[in-house]
């Protein structure tokens, strides 16, 4: 308890508080909190802790009743919720009104092992492993680079011996992902377009741009490719060749639509391309193997100048909430590489988005027909986390292209994987115009460009629309400097006494996500949001050091671009015990 300095030291009652949900899933509505809080002297400020994050609690209709809410978007765990009333001699009640419980929609009973995983068997089972370290005690363990992570292969009836080792997080199905393309059909006649091409041709070629192709090879013996030196690198994660093969077809029929060359080229038949094999001859592979290749790819990235992925793969089904597929693909992108997923064929369903395409930071395709019309099968959003996906469509019905195995076949597929190659294609395009741009700085030009198609608003059919290259790169100069900016942090006062009330303001423009503050100092670190409350660019938290331990702070302001885009500012704050 922390006391004021006038002669009322008596603290605030909290009495009769509630939550309306004590257990959620990531993506479902926020929980109300509620508590009633009385003081002789006035209450001055209520708040909600749940975790590390700092809930501002208001009493709308001054009947002494403070409602606050609490998002779904933490760690999944169990948290107790602590009520923190201060009146206004600085008096600081705190209750603990009851817990809540984020669950992950992969284990909800809570025992950091997938439901699907079968534990009562003795059969061998492939798992993911996510942990603070490396298990190198593990034998046969492999472990990831780009996130905190092994793949190994257990007993089932061995699963919930290693869920309980010091330092795992959880125990994840190493699941199978496929190419997501089915065969189409030639078109008896030509069916004029009335969605932007990417393939008509344009001044830039992609001259200078290295992208790297995760799929199932390249057969360099068909005429699109030959004679042009576009391969810079090939790495087999499947039989551990050296020279560029394709024993599938799903890979030569997506390099064509980004590089080819000939009768039928390509979007930007410069490019080279860093080969990757890691599907099978069936076009398939394991989860495990698809975070193998990113990893080599981020390993390589400056070896060979790698700056986009082109990734026509996913789950065979819809995702429940946020995968490991997900994270790895969002921390590439931070790491600077434009990463083009498919959004899947699980269409027409609501909801039916497969992994990676529901990772946040990726340009996320869905297929469309030249008339701009949705492929049935093409995946819709919205995400787990109820945000809008796909991010746009471009062509993927009966998109003709290169044919493995032969030397001048081509021959027609469709699918969102079709789609993904193009828009990555014309993201090589804008990189060769405007070297300097980042990821996010590309999202947002192809996603803001795009032909609007079904609502208004963007929507989890068509996104924000058909992709058109021609408008991007019309207007990539003046688009790709627009991202979401954080000008300045300010703090109404960087001394204080503890009590003493402090306002956190930022100024942030542009497409903002959002805008939060993370105060870090001794022994202890919270999180509150900022709010625009004036629509004026001004974001602003409210900070009740009454909560702090005296001593040297540090506050973080973070915005998060609704295309990717992560921002950061520091200022240091201190703190004086009460006299």
Not at 515 to 527: F, I, L
Request: with cysteine; hydrophobic share 35%.
């Amino acid at each position: 308890m922390l006391k004021g300095s006038s002669a009322d030291e008596s603290t605030p009652v909290i009495y009769g508080g509630s939550i309306s949900t004590l257990a959620m899933r990531c993506g479902d509505p926020r929980s109300e909190i509620n508590a009633y809080v009385f003081d002789p002297s006035g209450v001055r400020t209520v708040y909600a802790m749940v975790g590390r994050r700092v809930n501002l609690m208001l009493d709308l209709d001054k009947d002494n009743r403070y409602t606050g809410y609490c998002g779904s978007n933490l760690p999944a765990g169990i948290y107790p919720v602590i009520i923190i009333a201060v009146d206004k001699d600085g008096n600081t009640a705190r209750k603990v009104i009851d817990n809540i419980t984020i669950q992950d929609p992969n284990d909800m009973d809570g025992d950091h092992i997938e439901d699907t995983l079968d534990r009562k068997t003795s059969e061998d089972q492939k798992v993911i492993v996510l942990h603070d370290g490396n298990l190198t005690s593990e034998p046969g363990a492999s472990n990831f680079k780009i996130l905190p992570g092994s793949s190994l292969t257990v007993p089932g009836n061995k699963i919930s011996e290693l869920a309980k080792t010091k330092g795992v997080k959880g125990v994840y199905k190493d699941q199978k992902l496929k190419v997501l393309a089915v065969p189409g059909k030639f078109s008896g006649s030509e069916v004029p377009f009335k969605v932007d091409d990417p393939r008509k041709g344009h001044d830039l070629k992609g001259d200078g741009v290295i992208m790297a192709l995760i799929d199932t090879g390249i057969d360099l013996h068909h005429a699109s490719f030959q004679g042009s030196n576009k391969i810079i690198a090939f790495k087999d994660f499947v039989n551990g060749l050296t020279e560029p093969y394709d024993d599938n077809g799903h890979g030569t029929h997506c390099a064509s639509l980004v590089a080819g060359g000939g009768e039928v080229p390509g979007v930007a038949p410069d490019v080279k391309l860093v080969v990757v094999k890691v599907m099978d001859r069936d076009g398939a592979c394991y989860l495990s193997d698809a975070i193998k290749a990113l990893d080599w790819c981020l390993e390589n990235k400056d070896k060979y100048g790698i700056k986009i992925i082109s990734f026509s793969v996913g789950g065979e089904g819809p995702s429940e909430g946020n995968s490991i597929l997900d994270d790895a693909c969002n921390n590439v992108v931070d790491k600077g590489i434009t990463m083009v997923v498919a959004a899947g064929n699980s269409g027409p369903y609501p909801a039916s988005i497969v992994m990676p395409g529901d990772a946040s930071k990726v340009i996320t395709v869905g297929a469309i027909d030249n008339k701009g019309v949705i492929f049935e099968k093409s995946s819709r959003g919205p995400t787990p986390e109820g945000e809008v996906k796909p991010d746009l469509v471009t062509l993927g019905v009966d998109v003709v292209s290169a044919m493995a195995g032969s030397v001048n076949d081509y021959s027609p597929v469709s699918g969102t994987s079709m789609a993904v190659p193009q828009v990555s294609g014309s993201a090589a395009l804008i990189l060769e115009a405007e070297p300097d741009l980042k990821p996010a700085d590309i999202k947002r030009v192809l996603v803001k460009t795009a032909d609007d198609l079904g609502d208004p608003e963007p929507d989890n059919v068509y996104g924000s629309g058909s992709l058109n290259l021609t408008r991007a790169l019309e207007e990539m100069g003046r688009l790709g400097s627009m991202g979401a900016e954080l000008k300045a942090v300010d703090l109404s006062i960087t001394s204080a006494t503890v009590g003493d009330p402090v306002v956190i303001e930022a100024r942030a423009y542009g497409d903002v996500k959002e805008v939060k503050s993370v105060v870090r100092g001794p022994g202890d670190s919270m999180e509150m949001s900022m709010d625009d409350f004036d629509n004026n660019g001004t974001y602003s938290t409210w900070l009740d050091t009454s909560l702090l331990a005296p001593g040297s702070y540090e506050i973080e302001v973070d915005l998060e671009g609704e295309y990717g885009e992560a921002v950061s500012r520091k200022v240091p704050f201190h703190l004086r015990p009460r006299s």
